[in-house]
């Protein structure tokens, strides 16, 4: 938090703590038996607006307005964030100047770290995270060029850097989509489902525009419509927005299969043309809630999945992130072991 906060930041000493940490996820998740492991995001203070250390443009602290679900729920807000320790203590900062990428230390750091934690660990394949053009548009709004599609272009054109560099260095992206659903009723809330989906199809259009030097199977696209324990009963619906997202390049695409909004959506993927170059990872571990997801349920969540498309297609994954925002975590790290250890256990018994 010193370096969000603007207090002492010694650069080499973050980079050792973050490196320690990052070989120790690795391990854990090796151990745990995760074939395909993740660096944790370690470096960054949450999924989406670490973006303001690695690109220029970018100042202030934006309020934000509620989530459509959460706004008649003054109380269950406040319980929400003392549960979280007090709220989401990072600065949502608006697009005031000029994007350009300027964090090449960071990303060259976080691909050391991760380089020689799997190299440490003996694993062989592995993911880094980087926010989707479209998401950096969602948390941190424009006030400096003249049209929303400027905007997100500009982004995109910027953090092209950070894609490709993962990709080259031998690690898969992953590209955080939740624009193309949470924002719905979230950051683009004032727009009407025209418009949104207008905005969905444009920030498709730019992810592909942006990553089309890079190989689709080396791709992951996350859609999600928010990581925490709400209503969610202005979520908008798969089947709206689910032709984009067969559009979008990425081969992998992950989504929430599991919690009780979004599990049902099985259907729509039964009644859409698949195309077989795609490979889905649906969530099958519910990523708000201290439950430990039995093996069996995992494997009952999958079994469709792998009826649609084949188990060569099919990776078993979590509805999304344990602790998307640094210092922020609903479920037990202990909890989460088990959680995993069942999400391995349920993928052989679904392979079986």
């Not at 151990?31 to 944790?40: A, F, N, Y």
């Not at 697009?95 to 003996?122: E, I, N, Q, S």
């Not at 498709?204 to 324990?229: A, F, K, Q, S």
């Not at 039964?270 to 708000?288: E, F, Y």
Request: a negative charge.
């Amino acid at each position: 938090m010193d370096r969000e906060t603007g207090s002492r930041f010694d650069r080499a000493e973050f980079d050792a703590v973050m490196a320690a940490a990052v070989a120790d996820l690795v391990r854990w998740q090796r151990d745990l038996g995760i074939d395909i492991v993740s660096d944790g995001e370690m470096s960054k203070i949450t999924y989406s607006t670490y973006v303001k250390d690695r690109m220029t443009g970018f100042a202030g602290d934006t309020p934000r307005q509620p989530a459509l679900d959460l706004a008649p729920y003054p109380e269950l807000r406040q319980r929400m964030a003392a549960a979280s320790g007090g709220g989401q203590a990072f600065a949502r900062q608006s697009c005031v100047g000029p994007v350009a990428y300027a964090g090449h230390d960071d990303l060259k750091a976080d691909l050391t770290a991760m380089r020689t934690a799997m190299d440490a660990a003996g694993v062989e394949r592995g993911f880094l995270n980087a926010a989707s053009p479209g998401l950096v548009t969602a948390f941190q709004p424009n006030e400096h060029y003249a049209t929303h599609d400027d905007y997100v272009a500009a982004v995109g054109a910027a953090m092209r850097t950070e894609y490709e560099a993962i990709v080259d260095a031998g690690f898969d992206v992953q590209l955080d989509c939740p624009d193309l659903a949470m924002a719905r009723h979230t950051g683009f809330q004032t727009l009407t489902d025209a418009e949104f989906l207008a905005r969905v199809a444009l920030h498709v259009d730019v992810l592909n525009d942006v990553t089309r030097g890079i190989d689709p199977d080396r791709m992951r696209m996350h859609v999600c419509w928010g990581n925490y324990e709400g209503p969610h009963d202005h979520d908008i619906a798969l089947e709206r927005i689910i032709d984009a997202v067969l559009r979008a390049r990425p081969a992998t695409v992950l989504f929430e299969a599991a919690n009780p909004r979004h599990a049902h959506e099985i259907e729509v993927w039964r009644q859409v043309d698949i195309p077989d170059d795609k490979v889905l990872a649906p969530g099958v571990i519910v990523s708000t809630s201290n439950y430990v997801d039995h093996p069996r349920h995992v494997a009952q969540l999958l079994a469709p999945f792998v009826e649609l498309v084949g188990d060569d297609r099919v990776i078993a994954s979590t509805d999304c992130g344990f602790g998307t925002f640094a210092g922020i975590g609903r479920v037990d790290p202990d909890v989460v072991g088990k959680k995993l250890r069942s999400l391995v256990e349920g993928a052989d018994l679904a392979s079986r």
